[in-house]
């Protein structure tokens, strides 16, 4: 079993950047695809971002594409998500996951192994 800690979060300007951190141990996800995702106060959790296990095909949702990237570092076991022109909107504690499969999806369903997630705070 996979698990997974994310780190990075935090209180920021609108117009500011941050990194998050998925680092993962116990048995390896590097044959995994990876996702984030996020879940605002009220709102269901919803996709943000995947990526497919050799890092070579990614996919975000509209909301972000432009302004954030994943990436990962099989040799770390990590996952990253740089977070830029951030917006109140994007407020919300975001959680990485491990996909069932190698490719980059967008579904919920197609990842296990939840995080406890990392608060992301964006003032206007």
């Not at 879940?39 to 296990?53: D, H, L, N």
């Not at 951030?86 to 579904?107: H, N, Q, R, W």
Request: aromatic fraction near 12%; charged fraction near 15%.
């Amino acid at each position: 079993q996979v698990r997974l800690v994310e780190s990075g979060g935090g209180l920021v300007q609108a117009g500011g950047s941050l990194r998050l951190s998925c680092a993962a141990s116990g048995r390896t996800f590097t044959s995994y695809a990876m996702g984030w995702f996020r879940q605002a106060p009220g709102k269901e959790r919803e996709f943000v971002s995947s990526i497919s296990w050799s890092g070579g095909s990614t996919v975000y949702a509209d909301s972000v594409k432009g302004r954030f990237i994943i990436s990962r570092d099989n040799a770390k076991n990590t996952v990253y998500l740089r977070m830029n022109s951030l917006k109140p909107e994007d407020t919300a504690v975001y959680y990485c996951a491990v996909s069932f499969g190698p490719i980059a999806t967008m579904s919920l369903a197609d990842f296990h192994s939840w995080g406890q997630g990392t608060q992301v705070t964006v003032s206007s």
